[in-house]
C-alpha cells in the first residue's frame, strides 16, 4: 500500500502550474488535498510520472462572494468551507459537506478535488448540477467556464482535460424565495451514499421552479426540473404541507425509474435505489417547497 | 537535484525527479524538523521511521480505518493520506505530543479510567480526532458524538466506552479541553530502518558533521528521559579524584565503554560510547562539553551529545560533585540524560537502573585510577550486555526476597 516512485513538482504560481501539468505530456496528475488520489496511487490503480501539487499557488486560495456567487477556489479545504459563516449564502453546502467522508478527510479535501474527482456518489458534484454552478477550466489556451450540469460527462469523468486545472468554482448565492433539500442514505457516516438527492424550489408570486439532482443512482449526477410533479402534488394535496411528501410519491415515480439507472450490488438493488430516491425526493422537495415559501413569505411582508 | 524555488506564505515551490529526495521543514510536537525524503513517503511513515514516532498508528493506509489520525495546523488528518513533503511548514501533533507519561491529557486520563481502550491500537486515531473535535467543535453535541466520532474504527471496545470517555471529558471542561501538553522542543530521530529526520530551531549550530567540528550542545527542553541522582563512597581523598578530573583523557577512561577520540579545543571533546544492553547494541559518535570545571567548589558539570548510526540520540547534562570525609571521598552524579530512539522504547525504570550500574563502574573505574595514577588499561569495557540487563534484575528479585523473609 504504497504509492510507487513520481516527480512532484509544487509551483508557486498558476502558470507555472499549468506550464508543469503541460510539460508532463498527459503523464501529470494534479494533486489538491490528496484524499481521493492517495488511495488511488496507494492500491496503485494509477501510477502517475509527476504530481503538479496545487497547494502552493496563493490565487487558488481565494473563497468569498461576488457578483451573487459564493466563489471557492482550488485550494479551499472542505472544512473550511464548512465553517466559514460565508458559506450560508449557499445554504445547500452546509447541509452537503457533513456528508462529505469525515471530519479528518473534509480538513484536507477540497470542494474543487471533488468536483475534479467526479465520483457518481459524491455530494458536492450534486450540489454543483442542482445549483448548476460555474466552474473554471484553465488549461494552456486560458480560462473557460462550464456549468456544473456539462461538466460531469460520467463515472470519475468530467470536462477537464489532462492539462488542465478547475482553479474555481462559483455557487449562486441563495435568492429570495429559495428553499433547498438534502438527504442521502449511506450504510455507515461517511460512507458514499446508496442513494441521495439535492432539491432546490424557487417560489416566484405564483410561478414554483423546482430541481431535483440524484447522486449515487447513476454514472454521474442527474438534474431534471420537478416543476410539474410539485404543481401535481400541491394540487393532489390542497396546498397542505403535512400531505405533501404523500401526494409527490406517485408523480415521482416514473422521474425515479428514469433518473435512477445504475446496476444494483451487493448493498442495494437497482429497485430499492428507486423507491430510497423517490422517497427521499418526495420529502426533500417537501421540505424545499415549504422553506422556500416561507422565505419568499418573509421577503413580502 | 531538488530545486527549492521561492519562499511565501505557503508551502515552498519545489521540483523534484521521482528518485529525488525533497527538503520539508515541519514542526512535530513542538520541535522542528528537517527531513529529506522521497515524495511518495507518506506523513504517518515519516513520522514512525524518520522520526521514531512510532504512536501514529498504520491500518488500512488508504483513508478507511483513522489509526493514523494527527492534527495538521490544529485539525485531525489521516497522515496517511498525506505525502509528508506536502507539508512543509506545517504544524504537527501526534499522540506523543498530547500528554506526558506523569501528566497524561484529560482525553487519555478519561480514556483510561473508562476503559475506552482493550488493544490499544485505535487509540492515538481516536484521541487525536477526539481532540480535533472537542477543540474545534466543542458545541457539539452529545447525539452528534457517534457521528463526529465514526472517523476511526475500533475492533475492540464496542465503542461505548470511547463515547463516554469522551462526553466526560467534553463535560468537565465546559470552558474548552486543555491544550497539548507535551509539545516542546526535543531532539526527534528515527528508528534504524529509516533516515533519521534532525531536529533545529536555529539554536543549534547546524553545520555540525561528524565529530570533528565544535558544536553548541542544546539540551531539549522538557523532562528528561532518565534523571539519575546518584552517590557514592570512594576510599580516596578529593585531590586524587581531581587528578583524575583535571585529565579529561584520564577521566573518559574510565567511563564505561567510552572512548576520547579527539580533542576538539576549548573544553570540547569528541568521542565514541558504546552501550550494549541485551539485544541492543548501540555505538554513539558525539562531542562532549566540559562547562564546568571548578576544583575550589568540587564541581565538574559536562553536556554531552551523541548519535548512533541507526540515528538513537542521546544528550546528557551531568553534574559530577566531590565532597571529603573522613575515609575519603563521596562523589555525587547528577545526570539528566535525553533519549531518542530505539533506546527510549525501553522503559525507563530499566533505563534508569541501567545508567546506575553504569555509574557505579565508573565510580569503580575512578577509584582504581585515583588509587594508582593511572588509566585503566585500555577504554572500561562497555557495558556488558548480560551484566546490565540482568544485575539490575538480580537487585530487584533480591530486594523482593528480603521483603518476603521479613
Ligand atoms: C475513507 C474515505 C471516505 C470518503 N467519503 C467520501 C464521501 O462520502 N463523499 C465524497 O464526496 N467523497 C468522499 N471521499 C473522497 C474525498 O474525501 C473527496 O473526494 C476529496 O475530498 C477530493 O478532494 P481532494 O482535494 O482531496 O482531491 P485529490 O485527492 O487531491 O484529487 C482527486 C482527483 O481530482 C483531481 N484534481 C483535484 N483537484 C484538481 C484541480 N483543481 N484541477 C484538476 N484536477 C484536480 C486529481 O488529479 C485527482 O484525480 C472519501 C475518501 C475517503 C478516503
Ligand atoms: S492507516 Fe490511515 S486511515 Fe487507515
Ligand atoms: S482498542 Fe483495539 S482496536 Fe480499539
Redesign the pocket.
Known amino acids: 500500500m504504497k504509492a510507487a516512485p513520481f516527480a512532484y513538482v509544487r509551483p508557486s504560481s498558476l502558470s507555472d502550474a499549468i506550464a508543469e501539468l503541460a510539460s508532463t505530456g498527459g503523464g501529470g496528475k494534479v494533486i489538491a488535498g490528496g484524499q481521493s488520489l492517495v488511495p488511488v496511487l496507494a492500491m496503485r490503480l494509477a501510477r502517475p510520472e509527476t504530481l503538479v501539487d496545487i497547494n502552493a499557488v496563493a490565487e487558488l486560495d481565494r473563497f468569498g462572494t461576488a457578483d451573487g456567487y459564493l466563489e471557492i477556489g482550488a485550494t479551499v479545504r472542505q472544512r473550511r468551507v464548512e465553517r466559514d459563516p460565508v458559506s450560508a449564502t449557499v445554504p445547500l453546502l452546509g447541509m452537503a459537506l457533513p456528508w462529505v467522508g469525515h471530519r479528518e478527510l473534509r480538513s484536507r479535501g477540497t470542494v474543487c478535488g471533488s468536483l475534479a474527482h467526479a465520483d457518481p456518489a459524491a455530494e458536492l458534484p450534486a450540489v454543483a448540477c442542482c445549483l448548476n454552478a460555474e466552474l473554471t477550466v484553465t488549461g494552456t489556451g486560458g480560462a473557460r467556464r462550464v456549468p456544473a450540469r456539462e461538466f460531469f460527462s460520467g463515472a470519475m469523468t468530467t470536462a477537464l482535460g489532462p492539462e488542465d486545472i478547475l482553479t474555481a468554482v462559483r455557487f449562486p448565492v441563495a435568492g429570495k424565495g429559495e428553499g433547498f433539500g438534502f438527504a442521502e442514505i449511506a450504510r455507515r457516516h461517511g460512507d458514499f451514499a446508496l442513494a441521495g438527492v439535492v432539491a432546490r424550489v424557487r417560489v416566484r408570486g405564483t410561478e414554483t421552479d423546482a430541481q431535483l439532482t440524484g447522486f449515487g443512482v447513476s454514472d454521474r449526477p442527474v438534474t431534471r426540473s420537478a416543476a410539474g410533479e410539485l404543481a401535481a402534488a400541491l394540487r393532489e394535496s390542497g396546498g397542505e404541507v403535512s400531505r405533501l411528501p404523500g401526494a409527490l410519491s406517485d408523480p415521482l415515480t416514473a422521474l425515479a425509474e428514469e433518473l435512477v439507472d445504475t446496476d444494483g450490488d451487493a448493498h442495494a438493488s437497482r429497485d430499492y435505489r428507486r423507491r430510497l430516491f423517490r422517497t427521499l425526493a418526495s420529502r426533500e422537495l417537501s421540505k424545499a417547497y415549504e422553506r422556500a415559501r416561507r422565505s419568499a413569505g418573509e421577503v413580502d411582508s | 537535484m531538488t530545486e527549492v524555488l521561492a519562499e511565501n506564505g505557503k508551502p515552498r515551490a519545489v521540483k523534484a525527479a521521482a528518485d529525488d529526495l525533497v527538503e520539508v521543514r515541519m514542526t512535530v510536537n513542538g520541535t522542528p524538523a528537517v527531513l529529506s525524503l522521497p515524495a511518495r513517503v507518506t506523513l504517518a511513515d515519516a513520522l514512525r521511521d524518520h522520526l521514531g514516532l512510532t504512536g501514529t498508528h498504520v491500518g488500512c493506509e488508504h483513508g478507511v480505518c483513522g489509526m493514523c489520525t494527527v492534527l495538521v495546523d490544529g485539525e485531525a488528518a489521516r497522515a496517511c493520506l498525506l505525502f509528508a513533503v506536502q507539508l512543509d511548514g506545517a504544524d504537527i501533533v501526534t499522540v506523543e505530543g498530547l500528554g506526558r507519561p506523569d501528566d497524561l491529557h484529560p482525553l487519555q486520563e478519561a480514556f483510561g479510567r473508562n476503559h475506552a481502550?482493550?488493544?490499544?491500537?485505535?487509540?492515538p486515531g481516536f484521541l487525536m480526532s477526539s481532540y480535533d473535535l472537542l477543540s474545534n467543535q466543542p458545541e457539539v453535541t452529545e447525539e452528534e458524538l457517534p457521528a463526529e466520532l465514526s472517523g476511526v474504527i475500533?475492533?475492540?471496545?464496542g465503542y461505548r466506552n470511547i463515547l463516554t470517555a469522551v462526553r466526560e471529558t467534553k463535560s468537565a471542561h465546559p470552558g474548552g479541553i486543555p491544550a497539548p501538553g507535551n509539545c516542546a522542543h526535543r531532539a526527534l530521530v528515527g528508528r534504524a530502518t529509516g533516515q533519521a529526520g534532525v531536529s533545529t530551531d536555529g539554536r543549534e549550530v547546524t553545520e555540525e558533521t561528524g565529530d570533528t567540528r565544535r558544536i553548541d550542545i542544546v539540551l531539549p527542553d522538557g523532562d528528561p528521559t532518565i534523571a539519575v541522582d546518584v552517590g557514592t563512597e570512594i576510599g580516596v581523598p578529593v585531590d586524587a579524584v581531581w587528578r583524575v578530573f583535571d585529565d579529561v583523557s584520564l577521566l573518559a577512561r574510565c567511563l564505561p565503554g567510552a572512548e576520547l577520540t579527539e580533542d576538539l579545543g576549548e573544553d570540547q571533546y569528541a568521542g565514541r560510547a558504546r552501550v550494549s544492553v541485551g539485544p541492543i547494541k548501540l555505538a554513539f559518535k558525539g562531542v562532549a562539553h566540559v562547562v564546568e570545571h571548578d576544583r575550589a567548589g568540587q564541581r565538574l558539570r559536562v553536556l554531552a551529545q551523541g548519535q548512533d548510526t541507526g540515528g538513537a540520540q542521546t544528550q546528557a547534562d551531568i553534574v559530577l560533585r566531590t565532597e571529603a570525609t573522613a575515609t575519603g571521598t563521596v562523589m555525587r552524579a547528577e545526570a539528566k540524560v535525553y533519549l531518542t530512539g530505539r533506546i527510549a522504547q525501553f522503559g525507563r525504570a530499566l533505563a534508569g537502573d541501567v545508567s546506575r550500574r553504569m555509574f557505579e563502574q565508573f565510580a569503580d573505574a575512578l577509584r582504581e585510577t585515583a588509587t594508582s595514577g593511572q588509566a585503566p588499561t585500555g577504554p572500561v569495557a562497555a557495558p556488558s550486555a548480560l551484566k546490565l540487563l540482568f544485575a539490575p534484575l538480580f537487585d530487584r528479585i533480591r530486594t523482593a526476597l528480603r521483603r518476603k523473609s521479613r
Not at chain 2, 481502550?117 to 487509540?123: K, P, S, V
Not at chain 2, 475500533?154 to 471496545?157: F, K, L, Y
Open positions: 481502550l482493550q488493544c490499544g491500537f485505535c487509540t475500533c475492533r475492540c471496545t
